[in-house]
């Protein structure tokens, strides 16, 4: 038999049946943010946040060294097809910005932002890998798939479960 979920955006039911998961103080917005008091972040959320939120960086200086290049009139074969990617490199960091920091958070919908980022890492990591390029290679599988193994860890699952919802009106 199974329990219904719990919304942490609820308040608090404090009878003596309340599920387990609900604080006795009221909702997750007013714990800051966590889904539960007294469940803390596991060390899983803190390393795939870490991890995204590097690959966003590394994404934001491709860009920026991109846009130089574009500005010192190195040569493209489609002007504006260079702009469109830059204007993808910079699309794709900000989104990876929000997933680590959502993840972080404790919403549900990063889980899968994040392993659709480290899939696209392992695509391009293992053709740098076997590319001759072995450091650069090792340096995008390792960590993506450390961040795979961590985002179906029970732990990550379970803190991560937060639903995104209104805030409170008052």
Known sequence: MSRP???PSDPADNSPGAP?????GG?????????????ARPAGVLIVSIVVALEATALLAA???????L??????????????????????STW?????????RGYRWPRAGALVA??????IGFPTLTGGYPLAG?????????AIVLLFDKGVIAFASRAGGAPPAL
């Open 5 to 7: 979920p719990v919304n």
């Open 71 to 92: 500005l010192t009139a190195a040569p493209v074969l489609s002007f504006w097809g260079a702009v469109f990617t830059l204007g993808l490199l910079l699309a794709f």
């Open 118 to 123: 480290q899939i696209f890492a392992l695509t």
């Open 20 to 24: 387990a998961g609900v604080p006795e």
């Open 96 to 104: 990876l910005f929000a997933v680590a920091r959502f993840l972080f």
């Open 138 to 146: 090792l340096a995008m599988l390792v960590p993506a798939a450390a």
């Open 63 to 69: 860009a920026g060294w991109y846009g130089v290049q």
């Open 27 to 39: 909702s997750a917005a007013e714990s800051g943010g966590v889904p539960a008091a007294g469940a």
